[in-house]
Nanobody
Framework: QVQLVESGGGLVRPGGSLRLSCAAS????????MNWYRQAPGKERELVAT???????NYADSVKGRFTLSRDGAKDTVYLQMNSLKPEDTAIYYC?????????WGQGTQVTVSS
């Protein structure tokens, strides 16, 4: 099992930045993949960014060039740096981990982009 705790959400103006954190209860290098999803009101949950155990990253087209993944193995934490935020980035952001084929979710953190 793995527990995930997200933090870093908040209210930011368009064009601003936020950094989300996802702290895992076990080594992130043992986890097959760690992902960030988001869900806006009335919309389905969508995959935003993926971090593989090997260090590879993938991003949704809507965030490419604006969002960046990083990780700190000593803290077992994955970060999502979000720059040039737009109102359409407003959503609850969820951290997801896949361990031995099982998906685990954090509780989510709200990101609101508004002037």
């Amino acid at each position: 099992q793995v527990q995930l705790v997200e933090s870093g959400g908040g209210l930011v103006r368009p064009g601003g930045s936020l950094r989300l954190s996802c702290a895992a209860s076990r080594s992130i290098f043992l986890i097959s993949a760690m992902n960030w999803y988001r869900q806006a009101p009335g919309k389905e949950r969508e995959l935003v960014a993926t971090f593989t155990a090997g260090g590879g990253t993938n991003y949704a087209d809507s965030v490419k060039g604006r969002f960046t993944l990083s990780r700190d193995g000593a803290k077992d934490t994955v970060y999502l740096q979000m720059n040039s935020l737009k109102p359409e980035d407003t959503a609850i952001y969820y951290c997801n981990a896949i361990l031995y084929g099982v998906k685990y979710w954090g509780q989510g953190t709200q990101v609101t982009v508004s002037s």
